[in-house]
């Protein structure tokens, strides 16, 4: 039967925290442009996903925004000004199909000084917090640390950090920094005693820094929750309390796992606490486990995922990251990335969020775009991109559909609109100024920079950053696959073809992208949306579905089954939406740029071959 249900917007209504900051709070945002009725509602975890006030199931995809937070020459923050946020955010949104954003924060600029929060830090951190959620992208900020803090750091090192304050560092006599002879910067994680013996010193509270760190946290948040209106604040998905974090070092008979239940899990359960006092009770903490516990280097890994937590539930996500090691290191992974080679990481990803019973993100992944192994980049990213989107390789897909697993979230590392045009000094020292990249011990990752007019443009092929995704499914995701025919230099890389045993569909999808979508239908009313990439004009752009087929998808409209809008932020970005009337049916949805004004007997014949494939299988 249909559904009747009022079809109203849902607004978040925000308790203020028992936290007060100084300073007046923003009017009431009005309406996103572009918006539609069941737009802008909060999100929520539930079975294991992330879900809308109408009940669809949500797919986080973007990027960090940004490294920049890591350096000094804007304060901590990722722009000099809102006027670049505003523009970073319609590039991501118009140019990355982005629809979400992991935002950094810098502790260190947040508590200058002991006690004492800069509230000029915080506003202006949160007006560009703002440029984005007025663009519709969904927003998850990050107390972002690496080496623990850049004040452990001398003047002439060949590396620095970020994360804690100058003051946090001289409490603890911590020896001279060094690494000894490392050749990439992560190895002063492990190496570099005074980057060890400070986060040892975190992690047991030593001189009270936990505490420090959590009344500044919870001093923090309570100023967003009260300088965002209540729909603004709908757009904050959650917080992200510590990344990438490490022990330091293992007391006597200690191991990585008692590490992560004795010492991390607390930590996130006081960090829970401290989101509730500050207004954010009905949001999640993105928790990420011990840094090393999913490394692809034998040698690295460690165990942990927080395998004694319990089930996490609704309060909290899964929240990981994975780079290739073996691919970053130029040694251990000759070749290039190939079809199917993260589908085994990628599933212990999506094994590990299904037992502790919550969604997961995948809030770094990426690699190098200069330097030795650079061009390995094409294939790791287009292998990533395919591991978030199904658990199967693309030789595999068509076969075994209902294996595809969960499409996962993910905020790729990263966006950085002043890449290769940065003037940081390193480590304060006037003497070392670094511009190229990204400016922070040799990265250079930004899938963006600024032309020589001041234009946001990719670095990376479009066709792999710009994709579509099922950014809501009205019920339960069944299989995704996308082929985005991405490039490698000259030569598109194909990992998924469509079957030989669907002619028809092969045929109208030709040498196009395509996506497809399985789902079963809901109980609610809102539509399904598929990210369109600006590869697929709308006016080009072909849907065959149980729905029905066209060529070209009108304009929305709550009778029309298959139809086009502008994705809400007014960035000029836009949607499939595909509406059903019925809960617990099987639907599916093929969209692809390949075809070129298909005749009806064609549009009729791969309906017909899809049909007939999706009953096979699911």
């Not at 469509?498 to 999808?509: D, G, I």
């Not at 539509?527 to 029905?548: M, W």
């Not at 070209?552 to 502008?566: F, K, L, M, Q, R």
């Not at 595909?578 to 004004?597: E, F, I, M, Q, R």
Request: charged residues 15%.
């Amino acid at each position: 039967m249909p559904n009747i249900r009022t079809r109203l917007l849902l607004v978040l209504v925000v308790l203020f925290g028992s936290l007060t900051v100084a300073g007046a709070p923003s009017a009431t945002a009005a309406t996103l442009p572009d918006s539609l009725w069941f737009d802008e509602s909060p999100l929520t975890v539930q079975n294991g996903r992330f879900v809308d006030g109408n009940g669809r199931e949500v797919v986080l995809r973007g990027y960090n925004v940004s490294g920049e937070s890591k350096l000094a020459e804007n304060s901590g923050l990722p722009f000099a000004s809102v006027a670049d946020a505003r523009k970073s955010a319609t590039a991501l949104r118009a140019l990355g199909g982005g629809n979400s954003v992991r935002f950094l924060l810098s502790w260190a600029h947040a508590e200058p000084t002991r006690g004492t929060v800069d509230t000029a830090y915080l506003a202006a951190a949160t007006d560009q917090m703002r440029a984005f959620l007025d663009a519709g992208i969904r927003v998850y900020p990050d107390f972002h640390q690496d080496l623990y803090s850049r004040h452990l750091f001398n003047t002439g090192s060949w590396y620095t950090g970020d994360g804690a304050p100058k003051w946090a560092v001289a409490l603890g006599s911590y020896p001279t920094e060094s690494c000894g002879i490392c050749l990439f910067w992560g190895q002063n994680i492990t190496q570099n005693q005074a980057v060890t013996k400070a986060q040892y010193d975190f992690w047991h509270n030593t001189y009270g820094l936990q505490d420090a760190f959590l009344d500044t946290a919870q001093k923090a948040m309570a100023y967003v929750e009260q300088h965002l209106s209540d729909a603004e604040f709908a757009g904050v998905v959650g917080f992200d309390p510590y990344n990438e974090p490490y022990a330091g070092s293992y007391d006597s008979g200690q191991t990585s796992r008692s590490w992560e239940q004795n010492l991390l899990w607390p930590f996130y359960q006081k960090f829970r606490a401290r989101m509730d006092a500050a207004g954010w009770q009905d949001k999640p903490a993105f928790v990420e486990p011990n840094l090393f516990w999913n490394a692809n280097i034998d040698s690295q890994k460690q165990e942990g995922g927080l395998l004694d937590a319990g089930t996490l539930g609704p309060r909290y996500v899964f929240n990981t990251h994975f780079y290739d090691q073996k691919a970053i290191s130029g040694i251990l992974m000759w070749g290039n990335a190939s079809d199917g080679q993260y589908a085994t990481d990628f599933g212990t990803i999506r094994d590990r969020a299904s037992a502790a019973g919550t969604a997961a993100v995948v809030s770094e992944f990426g690699h190098p775009l200069s330097g030795t192994v650079s061009g390995k980049a094409p294939t790791v990213d287009k292998a990533m991109y395919q591991a978030l989107d199904s658990r199967l390789p693309g030789s595999g897909w068509w076969a075994n559909p209902a294996s595809s697993g969960a499409v996962l979230s993910g905020n790729q590392w990263q966006w950085d609109i002043y890449n290769g045009r940065h003037h940081e000094l390193m480590n304060d020292n006037p003497d070392k100024v670094q511009t190229s990249g990204d400016a922070w011990n040799d990265e250079d990752l930004s899938a963006v920079r600024l032309d020589d007019s001041g234009v946001a443009t990719l670095r990376q092929d479009n066709r792999l950053l710009d994709r579509v995704y099922p950014s809501a499914t009205a019920g339960k995701t069944l299989a995704f696959t996308y082929e985005d025919r991405s490039r490698d230099g000259s030569t598109t890389l194909t990992w998924n073809p469509v079957s030989s045993s669907l002619p028809n569909v092969s045929q109208l999808v030709g040498s196009g992208q395509y996506g497809l979508l399985v789902w079963r239908s809901g109980n609610g009313t809102a539509p399904t949306e598929l990210h369109l990439p600006a590869s697929f004009p709308t006016s080009t752009t072909t849907v065959v579905s149980d729905l029905g087929t066209v060529y070209g998808p009108p304009a929305y409209a709550t009778s029309t089954p298959i139809a086009a809008a502008p994705e809400p932020g007014g960035t000029g970005s836009r949607r499939l939406l595909l509406t059903d009337s019925d809960s617990g049916v099987l639907h599916y949805a093929l969209v692809t740029n390949g075809a070129t004004a298909p005749s009806a007997s064609l549009l009729s014949a791969a309906r017909s071959e899809l049909a007939a494939w999706a009953a096979a299988h699911f």
